[in-house]
């Protein structure tokens, strides 16, 4: 068991430094630039974040989360740190920053529409990755307690 709480927490600290980044210096780095500018770099960034050694510690965390809760019997600090994991993340990522990302792919950052999405992008994506900062940074805590 002492493996998989390793796995879970470091795959949930990799991912709570990955978000903070993203909530305390790409997003407000972004903030700065021009829409269209910015717009088209966080396509880029959606497109190029989606690869196996990004994919290992974003399916990992929620994996080995949710295994060692169940195989150590559901104790309260795992238990709580993969709930965090699976619904403060996972969940908050399938339901909210994948579907933004998705509609700012299919905009063209180019035209006035474009550019107000961003606008909203740029508000609501970046709230809700602090949520997801904060979940994992829970769960990673709750782990090195536990």
Known sequence: MIALTVVAESTTAILTG?????SAVVMPALAKRPAQE????????NRTIVNPLFLLAFLGAPISSAVLAVLEGFPLLPTIAAVLVVGGMLAVTAIVNVPMNNALDAADPATPAGQELWRGFLRRWTGWNHLRTIACLGATVLYALA
């Open 18 to 22: 990955l978000f903070f980044t993203f």
């Open 38 to 45: 910015a717009a088209e770099v966080m396509r880029q960034v």
